[in-house]
């Protein structure tokens, strides 16, 4: 449960920048952005406050507040670009610009476009020279390889996990585990990407190795992003997937160590569908 109120009010249709004109504004209402954050307005110095000695007093205004808040608008454009990539709005293969992005959010082309480059860090999209971004085309092998690698690394550690951790760890984990079920009931594909990812983490994080989590979390939010001939995950998988969570933790909280070993191993073969 990574994202809330934040990502939701983000979230809008998306279109190509092949199809939509720059200089036509959304239909949709624009993202309410702090004035600051958008480095329209500076910051005033509180009243009567007298200048530390030392410091250069002339006309420039302060900028760290600017900074911090330039700082959360990128985010949260980021967290509301990986959600339109979870849900198919961002296609494989479309080329999208900043500067239209931009306007569906009601800010400037600058956080929009400091949000692409860091999915073209994790793989999400590619730069497409003088036009933007284009949303990266995989196909089923990646997504079987990036399973295979996953199990590599987690299921060793949840079986050994299995045979340590007390029961009332694992049923304080029951509720990241019936999000995952509620996010797929409705066919929420973005909340139960962040719901799965936060269940998984949660399990990893009692093995007590914040790198392992670290790179098992970058391999999970690959395997998330659509293939180039599906965009979108169908809601009978997000189901079938939710309800390993709930079986799984189940047969930890019984300490039923046969159980958990299929049903490790099951989801595992189970996440390259």
Known sequence: MEQG??????????????????????????????EQARGNQPCAEPAGAEPVRGEHTHSEPPAPRVVVQRHSVRGQILDALRAALVDGELLPGQV???PVLGARFGVSATPV???????????????????????????????????????????????????????????ALRPLAEATVAAAAVG????????????????????????LVRVA???????????????????????????????????LIAQDLAVVQSLVREHFAGADR
């Not at 109120?5 to 702090?34: D, H, I, L």
């Not at 036009?131 to 079986?159: C, D, K, N, T």
């Not at 599906?230 to 047969?251: F, I, Q, Y």
């Open 217 to 251: 979390d970058d391999l999970h939010r690959r395997s998330q992003w659509p293939l180039e001939n599906n965009p979108a995950t169908r809601r009978a998988d997000l189901l079938a997937d939710a309800a390993e969570h709930t079986a799984l933790l189940d047969a």
């Open 188 to 211: 929420d594909r973005a909340s139960y990407a962040e719901s799965d990812r936060a269940f998984h983490r949660a399990v990893l994080t009692l093995a007590g190795n914040e790198q």
């Open 5 to 34: 109120r934040a990502r939701e009010q983000a979230r809008a249709p998306y279109t190509s920048a092949a199809s939509s004109s720059a200089t036509t504004p959304p239909s949709v209402p624009p993202v309410r952005m702090p």
């Open 113 to 171: 476009r400091e949000a692409m480059q860091q999915l073209a860090i994790e793989g999400a999209v590619e730069v497409v020279p003088n036009r933007g971004f284009r949303v990266a085309e995989r196909g089923p092998q990646e997504l079987a390889e990036l399973a295979e690698v996953r199990a590599l690394i987690e299921v060793p550690v949840m079986l050994r996990l299995a045979r340590t951790v007390e029961q009332a760890r694992w049923a």
């Open 96 to 98: 999208y610009s900043a």
